[in-house]
């Protein structure tokens, strides 16, 4: 069993910068895959970025490439994420996620286990 504990979040202005952990209380399989998810108000759960345990295959959103950086700490079971330059339109609750599978998906359904998630809000 995996449970996801996200922090790191807050109030920040606008160009600056968050780094967002979420910790494992169960142990990350080398083929699982360790995802951040965002939500805004009235909006759709999205895929910001994802990282297999094992191997390092990592994916990034679009909207987040050049800013955001995904990382993993092995021995600690957590998984980070650097958001620099943020923008008022980064402002959403961000979720982790652990898919026990080794393909690295964008979809939130493919994943199995989620945290609470931590509000990010950056002010214009």
């Known amino acids: 069993q995996v449970q996801l504990v996200e922090s790191g979040g807050g109030l920040v202005q606008a160009g600056g910068s968050l780094r967002l952990s979420c910790a494992s209380s169960?142990?990350?399989?080398?083929?699982?895959?360790m995802a951040w998810f965002r939500q805004a108000p009235g909006k759709e759960r999205d895929f910001v970025s994802g990282?297999?345990?094992?191997?390092?295959?990592?994916a990034y959103a679009d909207s987040v490439k050049g800013r955001f950086t995904i990382s993993r700490d092995n021995a600690e079971n957590t998984v980070y994420l650097q958001m620099n330059s943020l923008s008022p339109e980064d402002t959403a609750i961000y979720y982790c996620?652990?898919?026990?599978?080794?393909?690295?998906?964008?979809?939130?359904?493919?994943?199995?286990?989620w945290g609470q998630g931590t509000q990010v809000t950056v002010s214009s």
């Open positions: 996620a652990c898919r026990r599978s080794w393909d690295l998906q964008a979809t939130p359904s493919g994943y199995d286990y």
């Open positions: 169960g142990r990350i399989f080398g083929d699982y895959v």
């Open positions: 990282i297999r345990w094992y191997g390092g295959n990592i």
